[in-house]
């Protein structure tokens, strides 16, 4: 008898467990759907992990990753500079806000992949257009949980800033931008796990480095496993940067 109590298990060792159990499906879903020796053994888990194990003793896998790494902060600081902007105008004003929320929202529905053949045809392949579409995928989360973050400020911070004749900068810069920070945070971490979706396939656009670019590589050496340890690699990287993400709003949280 357990006596009512419940075992409480580490969220780490929980998460482990949740991991394991993936790669589990996955060497049972070679295992059950592929062939010995078929064109399947090259997806394996196995297989996956030697070719994962030999790419990370090349000095140009760590060039692609540094290109991607840069895009991806090149497009969140564009997004950030216009959407914190933006979203401390739409959450001051309830009259900007009924005015610009439906076309946000229009816009904030197309997926950036479909503004490709039209930023190809603009602006030509390179990173520039790179830059525009991840920019385009990152503003919305950002400019809408600013937006909405201004909309939450305690009002008594406001009276109590007007009280004390503080100028409009005072108060933005003592009062509101410290006040939106968590928000803006938690915007920042939505639109990194975006950015890291929409950079792949935008890094297929004729460019010449990064980790879309190194997919399509694979692929066309038909070098199988080695796609597959790009793919497990993205996948790790991007767990990364969330962790990262999650590990500044936190410490801003418990700092404030």
């Known amino acids: 008898m357990n006596n009512g109590k419940t075992v409480v298990w580490p969220g780490w060792l929980l998460g482990v467990t949740g991991l394991a159990g993936l790669l589990l499906l996955w060497w049972l879903g070679v295992k059950v759907l592929g062939e010995t020796g078929g064109l399947s053994a090259r997806f394996s888990l196995s297989a996956t992990l030697a070719s994962l194990w ?44 009924a005015a610009t929320t439906p076309a946000f929202q229009f816009l904030r529905m197309i997926s950036p992949l479909s503004w490709m053949p039209i930023v190809v045809m603009l602006m030509g392949v390179g990173d520039q257009p790179i830059y525009f579409l991840l920019a385009f995928a990152a503003v919305w989360p950002i400019l809408l949980n600013t937006a909405a973050g201004v909309r939450q400020l305690d009002p008594r911070w406001l009276q109590l800033s007007k ?3 503080a100028t409009r900068w005072e108060t933005l810069r003592r009062v509101i931008i410290p006040g939106v920070m968590g928000h803006v945070l938690t915007g920042v971490r939505l639109a990194i796990g975006i950015l890291w979706i929409v950079l792949v396939p935008c890094e297929m656009l004729g460019v010449s480095a ?10 066309d050496r038909l070098a199988y496993s080695e796609l597959m340890a790009m793919v497990l690699l993205i996948g790790l990287l991007g767990f990364a940067l969330d962790a990262f993400a999650r590990w500044l709003h936190q410490r801003w949280v418990h700092a404030s």
């Open 54 to 97: 030999e790419l990370l003793g090349r000095s140009e896998l760590y060039l692609h990753i540094a290109v991607s790494l840069k895009r991806i902060f090149v497009g969140l600081f564009l997004a950030l500079l216009v959407g914190v902007p933006l979203g401390l105008l739409v959450g001051s004003s309830r009259n900007l806000e």
């Open 163 to 165: 009280s004390l004749s």
């Open 210 to 219: 990064g980790l879309g670019y190194y997919i399509l590589d694979t692929r």
